[in-house]
């Protein structure tokens, strides 16, 4: 089955404890994004990647690291999280080319008390 | 589920009935314009997409009618179904230093009246 999957689901951590959320396709698919959503503010992209080794920051990158070291993940890193990053995320991988089109994962609930 | 919004614009319709969801965007530049169906507790799912250069597109029991002057965007569903219930996203394709990127609306919540 074709599918993006994060891990974990859910996460409860505390201020500047460093965390990693991972992401994973299994579609072959060059371009990954990662999107945080919050209350009244839509889907805002995080970073983004077109290829191995190859990533761009997105409109909020601020507290947020990525790695494409291999095509397939796509890791979020918070080196030092803080409690206005506190939100759901998601992330997402598309053909390069086809961007408009991409397929989600099922979301991360993040808590920073 | 997961809560994907606490202020967004509702659209409440009876099961049957058709919907009409709407958007207006902001960059003309646009080359696509997309719509996103996302579930409780799901990532958002690509329904339908329509190219700058058209005006209507039609999917199954969905069409997408954008209106370039008025920079308006719309999804109609027919014979809504109590599984169409969803926050339903606008978003624009647009191209950035040769890079694509979906910016996204907010987001209409869509409920189904029994």
């Known amino acids: 089955e074709a599918q993006v999957t994060q891990n974990p689901r859910y996460l409860i951590t505390v201020t500047g404890k460093k965390l990693t959320v991972t992401c994973s396709q299994n579609?072959?698919?060059?371009?990954m994004s990662w999107y945080r959503q919050d209350p009244g503010l839509g889907l805002r992209q995080i970073y983004y990647s077109m290829n191995v080794e190859v990533t761009d920051k997105g409109d909020v990158p601020e507290g947020y690291k990525v790695s494409r070291k291999e095509k397939r993940n796509f890791p979020l890193i918070l080196e030092s999280p803080s409690p206005n990053q506190t939100s759901l995320y998601f992330c997402?991988?598309?053909?390069?080319?086809?961007?408009?089109?991409?397929?989600f994962g099922p979301g991360t609930r993040l808590t920073v008390t | 589920g997961e809560s994907v919004g606490l202020h967004l614009p509702t659209l409440s319709v009876q099961e049957g009935d058709n919907s009409i969801i709407n958007c207006a965007y902001s960059n003309s530049a646009s080359d696509y314009f997309i719509w996103y169906k996302q579930e409780s507790g799901k990532g958002p799912q690509f329904i339908i997409d329509?190219?700058?250069?058209?005006d209507k597109r039609q999917g199954q029991r969905v069409t997408v009618l954008l209106n370039k002057t008025v920079k308006h965007l719309s999804l109609q569903i027919a014979a809504t179904q109590p599984g169409d219930s969803a926050v339903y996203f606008c978003?624009?394709?647009?191209?950035?230093?040769?890079?694509?990127?979906?910016?996204f609306g907010q987001g209409t919540r869509l409920t189904i009246n029994p």
């Open positions: 997402a991988s598309a053909r390069l080319g086809g961007a408009r089109e991409q397929y």
């Open positions: 978003a624009e394709n647009q191209i950035i230093q040769g890079a694509q990127k979906l910016v």
């Open positions: 579609m072959n698919h060059e371009y």
């Open positions: 329509i190219r700058s250069n058209m």
